[in-house]
């Protein structure tokens, strides 16, 4: 298919799918806001971009990419941080666009569902979901722009998976196009169903590898009465995990957001943003963000908030700890969580990781790898935070003090992903904890995953896309 | 295989992997316990019954039956509801009892995580937990006899499927024996993992026909402080729903447990048990058991059902409620409501369903399906009961009184079955909510299961186990 005759066929077959103004190509228009990452470490070459309008759509554009033999790459909001959703340079593959897939189809306020399209935007899922009183609880930072196909796709997780899991663990059903052009679908918003294997579960995580996501169902949950964040210095690591202890007993499942941050994260973050106050700047090696969502009202948050931080500090897994008065001090709060990646690009090119470890490893993974990396490259700067309370850290690491960022990047930063991620491995964690592996990761994710697992999913690959018309070169390289 | 030589060739390798001791076969000992299922409605016949006490026998057990051709049926418990781990009756199949595979493997605090293996019974895994001063919400009327292998093979429900999910929401990972022997293990204890397809979720519920379950890793919480439960005269299912309702806003994540009984599944409690004490008996047609599991205390959580209550007599969803004033009341409550069954058993023979709905659809489904019921046979007795708050009811048809139960089941069974599912599938429901598909359901699933979703779980049991050595005639006939 890679003939200009065969292209024409394709484009015709397309524009017959989803009509002409639909299927963009390079003649037409730059091609750039789907063929770039969002990080903006790679540009592909489409044949062309299709942005079907419903689901029959979707599966006429998969009939046709089929017939012709041309690769698919669904693609949601291009937000995705592992070159999943953005073509590779062959200019044969066809992004399949969910941006027109954008509409919420149903809210049901006594099964607590919210049925949306996957190219619906997070943040509009959201509110959605807010003007019913109710409560989509799944936060990330790029929910403005991302989209819930994506999210389901990657299996997003965010800053309250503590409390309510990951996408994975939101989604109650799907409606997918199959490789051979067929609907799948099981939005019947269910909350038991055991009639056979949990395809869902199955295409969430698949990062669009094995049909094409069109919509969902998600779960609610009523709005809690009042939430409320708090902030504490903490001299280590092992006294972070102690504190997440001691407030997942005191909180109980009020407790929906646990986030630490180290202090040269917090450094980083005081430099380039000075209008950010940073609490309790210089106490403790570590910071954490805490909050939680009560059922209850502000009072009783607080009393429970400040009950865990009293018990913290007189264990001493707290060295000092405030509760945000207000509003808007609790968003300064998250702010400065977020600011982080924000600061670390400020600060110049760095080695990112996106990796998880049991929660009760973590303290010593990080003294071992940090000990490595700094005997590996003197003076090097590791930027530590993340999700603790799911085990997920964002282990990011900065060149030394001065140093030409680019330069240092080209010498060090193979050498460094592997000395992470072999530690990583040591013990018993995952190089991949909720940004997947995309293109990024493909090559190098047969020597971190089990053996015995990458032949069931290539068994699996083969089964239901066994002309690998999807996102090929994604995840099973 | 099915020759006496073949057998022979088979049974030694089976002794060879597991030791003599450990493979039972009809000349030694009455295979009854093991080829009889729990609810007495069948009796297969085994080839031997095979208990190897490692994942590396296991793993030697599925390589001898694969070269031998011999189907492997997995079993645990054996409280199955749908003929799931029982064998045919042709004499030629293995099963492969997980009994001595029931290791505490670890038990991590920091982390809240439990590794148990396959063969460990629901209610020592709950024990460890306990001991550890943890919970792990997984709780069902077989738990004193069921294995967690089983519970995730089935992927069961239980009573506090409302706040914690399904059992394989309690699951962070497992270890496998696959189709050629070989063992896959992801018990590495994360909370998130985006490294590839999620094979967890693929053997979870799959019934024994991917692979066999030989151990897992499980998600612990924090004991609550306090568990209380109240009992509610309801006037309708309308206001069953609405109460619901009102209990979430009101209790947020505390809410543990939503049950429901109809007036006649308490009628039945009533005759059979007459020394249980049903509360508010003949206020209402409908009652509901709720528990909260609080963070803080007795008081607290008393003060906040309280609310509730109080709140959904003001609505009118309520008719009256009473909160149980100890412990011993509490339990007296829940065992009315588990000894509906056994009622349902002292009364005769009846009709099981076990469906689920969309928690908003229940009203009408049932007004419709009881109307349907009633016209098709006049007199039957409708006991209706079951988890209101994940949308799952035993749907119960008893014959009428002082009719012929065995007549009846006879004559009735068979329409009644297809009414009733039939109405489920136009009001979007499931006909297993929580016991699965075994043998009993294998026949009608493609009624019932949409015709894509069929295709996709065939082409991943080809994919998986192409042999068709585990569980054949189970889940997909």
Known sequence: MSSPAGHDALLAALRAAVGSAHVLTAADVDLEPWERDWRRRHRGRALAVVRPGSTDEVAAVVRAC???????????GNT???????????????V????????????????????????CVLQAAQQAAEAAGLWLPLSLAAEGSCTIGGNLATNAGGTQVLRFGNARDLCLGLEVVTADGRIWNSLRGLRKDNTGYDLRHLFIGSEGTLGIITAAVLKLVPRPAAQL??????????????LLGVAQRGL??????????????????????????????????????????????????RARLEAVLEQALEDGCAADAVVAESLAQARTLWHIRESIPLAQAEEGLNVKHDISLPVSRIPAFCAEAEAELARAVPGVRLVNFGHLGDGNLH????????????????????????????????????????????ALKARILPRYQDAVALDLMRAVK?????????????LLA
């Open 66 to 76: 089929a017939a012709h033999g041309a690769p698919i790459v669904p693609q949601g």
């Open 80 to 94: 995705g941080l592992v070159l999943g959703g953005v073509p590779d340079a062959s200019g044969t593959q066809v």
């Open 96 to 119: 399949l666009s969910t941006a027109r897939l954008n509409r919420i189809r149903a809210l049901d306020e006594a099964n607590l569902t919210l049925t949306v399209e996957a190219g």
């Open 229 to 242: 964040t708090a902030w504490a210095a903490v001299p280590d690591l092992a006294a972070t995990v102690a």
């Open 252 to 301: 109980g499942p009020a407790l929906t957001g646990f986030e630490v941050m180290n202090a040269f994260a917090l450094a980083l973050v005081r430099r380039h943003f000075p209008q950010l106050a940073v609490p309790l700047a210089g106490v403790a090696p570590y910071a954490v963000l805490l909050e939680t969502s009560d059922a209850e009202g502000e009072a009783h948050a």
């Open 395 to 438: 282990f990011n690491v900065q060149c030394p003090e001065g140093a030409n960022a680019a330069a240092f990047l080209r010498e060090h930063e193979a050498r460094i992903h592997e000395l992470v991620y072999d530690a990583v491995q040591r013990h018993g964690g995952s190089i991949s904890a909720e940004h997947g592996i995309g």
């Open 462 to 474: 083969r089964a239901l896309d066994p002309a690998n018309l999807f996102n090929p070169g994604k």
